[in-house]
């Protein structure tokens, strides 16, 4: 029999799952999809543009983000509906509930059940339709017809045309191309980038109000890179390639270095004039 584990091992490893979900989570947040929250929320409804013209021919527009811009936002959501990852959503939501045994309040319940039942919709292995079924069959009765719903197409094109080539998802949505694959992904990935910025909102309501102890450097730690120079400031040592090295952390770099500076560019401008003069 194994031994059992104290509070104090069970508190640090829910602690571990809510501070691995508010680091990943904050990095989904920063996403530019994300920042959009209105266009988000209207891709996320799946809605279509229906004009009707005088010969009641009716033409449906669906306009969604770039494919691209849609992929890099998967890749930062993935560990977040992984159930082996640290940062699995529901394992966040789990972990919360821990913490709020014996304090929590209905209003508070009410959140986490509404999260959970949210969380709970991102099934990779369910085949029910989240807003819509496609359905394809041959004109000429040569073939069955044959229903998909959006959730598997979206998980076919998640697993198999961006994180992984899952051939098994590819296959069984063989008649479906991977422009109706991403059309039913955009929607899906928009309503788990929502989904994943208000649980963090929620954690940060939470961790203010001290109802969880969380390590508040997760909150404010540099999540992403942004689009700034890398600049930094110090000497700079120039020595031919094969000259020793110096000891770490030695200020004496010893014979062959030489520091770099307006001097020394100066020359090595000029032997390179020369070089080429003489080429």
């Given at each position: 029999?194994?031994?059992?584990?104290g509070?104090d091992?069970?508190?640090?490893?829910h602690?571990?799952?809510?501070?691995?979900?508010?680091v990943r989570?904050?990095r989904v947040?920063a996403?530019s999809?994300?920042?959009?929250?209105?266009?988000?929320?209207?891709?996320?409804s799946v809605?279509?543009k229906?004009m009707?013209?005088?010969?009641?021919?009716a033409?449906l527009t669906?306009e969604?983000?770039?494919?691209e811009?849609?992929?890099?936002a998967?890749a930062?959501?993935?560990?977040?509906i992984?159930?082996d990852?640290?940062?699995?959503?529901?394992?966040?939501?789990?972990?919360?509930?821990?913490?709020?045994?014996?304090k929590s309040t209905?209003q508070?319940?009410?959140f986490?059940?509404?999260?959970?039942?949210q969380?709970?919709?991102?099934?990779?292995?369910?085949e029910?339709?989240?807003?819509?079924?496609?359905q394809?069959?041959a004109?000429?009765?040569?073939?069955?017809?044959t229903?998909v719903?959006?959730?598997?197409l979206?998980?076919?094109w998640l697993?198999?045309?961006?994180?992984?080539?899952?051939?098994e998802?590819?296959?069984?949505?063989?008649?479906?191309?991977?422009?109706?694959r991403?059309?039913?992904?955009?929607?899906l990935i928009?309503?788990l980038?929502?989904t994943?910025?208000?649980?963090?909102?929620?954690?940060?309501w939470?961790s203010?109000?001290?109802?969880?102890q969380?390590?508040?450097d997760?909150?404010?730690r540099?999540v992403?890179v942004g689009?700034?120079?890398?600049?930094?400031?110090?000497?700079?040592?120039?020595?031919?390639?094969?000259?020793?090295l110096?000891?770490?952390?030695?200020?004496?770099?010893?014979?062959g270095?030489?520091?770099?500076?307006a001097?020394?560019v100066?020359?090595?401008?000029?032997?390179?004039?020369?070089?080429?003069?003489?080429a």
């Amino acid at each position: 029999m194994g031994t059992p584990r104290g509070d104090d091992e069970l508190n640090e490893r829910h602690r571990g799952w809510i501070e691995a979900f508010v680091v990943r989570a904050r990095r989904v947040e920063a996403h530019s999809l994300a920042q959009d929250r209105e266009l988000c929320s209207k891709i996320g409804s799946v809605t279509w543009k229906v004009m009707v013209g005088s010969d009641g021919e009716a033409t449906l527009t669906q306009e969604l983000p770039p494919e691209e811009q849609v992929e890099s936002a998967a890749a930062r959501l993935r560990p977040l509906i992984l159930n082996d990852e640290d940062a699995y959503g529901p394992k966040a939501l789990k972990a919360i509930k821990w913490f709020l045994r014996g304090k929590s309040t209905d209003q508070i319940d009410q959140f986490v059940s509404e999260f959970s039942a949210q969380w709970s919709r991102f099934d990779s292995n369910s085949e029910d339709a989240q807003a819509y079924m496609s359905q394809r069959w041959a004109v000429d009765g040569s073939e069955p017809i044959t229903n998909v719903s959006d959730n598997v197409l979206a998980f076919a094109w998640l697993y198999g045309d961006v994180v992984h080539a899952d051939s098994e998802r590819l296959a069984a949505v063989e008649p479906w191309g991977v422009r109706e694959r991403f059309r039913a992904a955009a929607p899906l990935i928009c309503r788990l980038l929502e989904t994943t910025v208000m649980t963090l909102n929620f954690v940060r309501w939470l961790s203010a109000r001290g109802l969880i102890q969380l390590d508040q450097d997760v909150f404010s730690r540099e999540v992403v890179v942004g689009d700034e120079p890398f600049i930094e400031t110090g000497r700079v040592m120039v020595a031919p390639v094969d000259t020793q090295l110096p000891d770490p952390g030695s200020e004496e770099f010893g014979e062959g270095w030489q520091e770099l500076d307006a001097d020394s560019v100066r020359l090595l401008l000029q032997s390179q004039r020369a070089g080429d003069d003489s080429a």
